[in-house]
């Protein structure tokens, strides 16, 4: 018999013909082991907020509270997906460039824990909406430092951003407590990137974070009972890339909050984790159409593509690097071939894989792209070509549980209208 993918005991076969494919295939226990390989041996006084971006699934995040992450969200579905999904109001902070009116005041209305603002005029918009409910607010001031990260993925902060309030502006505002009266300003947040593969990067930044906070919190006056130091923690998706080693990232890190925490011990810790708690537990399975040649190579056309996972189109590179992929019902059967690995799109852009060892690949095959748990689907073109969104399945406890139903052709055309040549102006909808 031939080896074949599982996920606790069930085979992607199996898989495949109750779900369908492409499919996204979660596996519970390996999430449980991600948080838990952290959290086990991180400092306890450091809290590990999910951050809903990399893998905005309501079992997902129900699944990671569970086992004691609290949540980082940055939209209104997200805030609602995490308090639905059981997590505490008090274990989430909102986070976001541009939050809308709406979103601010959804924050203040279900009491969460913090709004991180990025400008000093979102300080004042929750201010005034502070004041209109006749509550105080929770703000954590995003700061962009002066320091840029070095050897990040995609450096978020030293540079001209978008993000957070610029650290040499910051401590020129040192009437901003007294300015904005009904804001409560609680905390420091600073995110320096993401994609993060070296433990001494993420310990330097966590060190002069801490140090900044201590810094800024004194110039203005705050009452700093949150610091956020980001993350950024990065998993290995390509050849010559290695993960980080949670023992040498905590034996780094944890004596520096030791020492943080014995100065300011009422102080929450929060470090916020996208991709390094849910990547290596999914798997994005693709079902082979067709198999063809063009031109002296080997093309392997499937029913899922870049639509679902742009990722593994490559990350912050112009030379195009693959996933870690395989024919996942073939397991053990030897990598003879290179294989093109392309999707349904009609546009050469829909590569999964540029010539990939595979062994001779079948329509009918199941090809997966292993650690495809973040940035999946909702970080995709999805919509294009009006494919939409593939299944997805949480393997947890030895039980398959279907936690997004594959679109419909209904649903994507629901919410569009065929316009009416003889009817009168539209009516203002809501907005
Ligand atoms: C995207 C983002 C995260 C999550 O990043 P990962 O690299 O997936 O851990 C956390 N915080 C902020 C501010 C972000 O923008």
Redesign the pocket.
Known sequence: MTREFQVQGVRVSELARRYGTPLFVYDGTVLRDRFHGLRDRLHPAMEIFY?L??NPNISICALLHSFGARA?V?SLVELTTALRAGVPPQQVIF?GPGKSRQELAACLDTGIYAVVCESIPEVALVDELARERGVKAPVALRVNPRFAVKRSGLA?GGRPRQ?GIDEEELFGQTDLVKRFPDVDLMGVQV?MG??ILHETVIVENTTRILDLAERLSAALSLDLRMVDV?????VSYFDGESDLDAQVLTDGLNPVIEDFTARHPGTRLIM?????LTAEAGTYVMGVRYTKTSMGERFAVADGGTHHHMAAVGIGSFVKRNFPMAVLNRLDEPATEEWNVTGPLCTPGDTIGKKVPLPPVRPGDLIGVHRSG??GPTASPGLFLGHGYPAEVLVHEGRCHLVRERDRPEDLLRRQRLYDPTAPDAADVPH
């Open positions: 951050s971006k990399a980082e940055s986070l978020m993000f995110y993401t994609r980001g993350g950024g923690l990065g916020e984790l996208g991709r390094y973040a940035y």
